[in-house]
Nanobody
Framework: QVQLVESGGGLVQPGGSLRLSCVVS????????IGWFRQAPGKQREGVSC???????YDYDSVKGRFTISRDHAKNTVYLQMNSLKPEDTAVYYC???????????????????WGKGTLVTVSS
């Protein structure tokens, strides 16, 4: 049974940092591309970062240079290190599996397979 569980969200001031975790179970971490997505109030869900089965990473322009995606096979966990946070980063953050390694790069939500329930990040002073 595939499961993804996000954690690490919270309230942070602008310019601050947070690290999100996505613990996966039911499959081997290196078998799939894993993506981080976010959904702000009243907006569509959008892509944030992706890490491929081979470890290649991709960051969307909105977070490039500020966010870093990584993974720890021993802990079955994918991380999203978020630095220099801005109020516009406020959203619920989700991790999801990409069975064919294409949908995460294009932000095609329908192509993502399994989703976690999300963790809320609020950036505010």
């Amino acid at each position: 049974q595939v499961q993804l569980v996000e954690s690490g969200g919270g309230l942070v001031q602008p310019g601050g940092s947070l690290r999100l975790s996505c613990v996966v179970s039911g499959f081997t971490l290196g078998d799939y591309t894993i993506g981080w997505f976010r959904q702000a109030p009243g907006k569509q869900r959008e892509g944030v970062s992706c890490i491929g089965s081979d470890g290649t990473t991709y960051d969307y322009d909105s977070v490039k240079g500020r966010f870093t995606i990584s993974r720890d096979h021993a802990k079955n966990t994918v991380y999203l290190q978020m630095n220099s946070l801005k109020p516009e980063d406020t959203a619920v953050y989700y991790c999801a599996t990409d069975p064919y390694g294409r949908s995460c790069l294009t932000g095609e939500l329908d192509g993502m397979d399994f989703w976690g329930k999300g963790t809320l990040v609020t950036v505010s002073s």
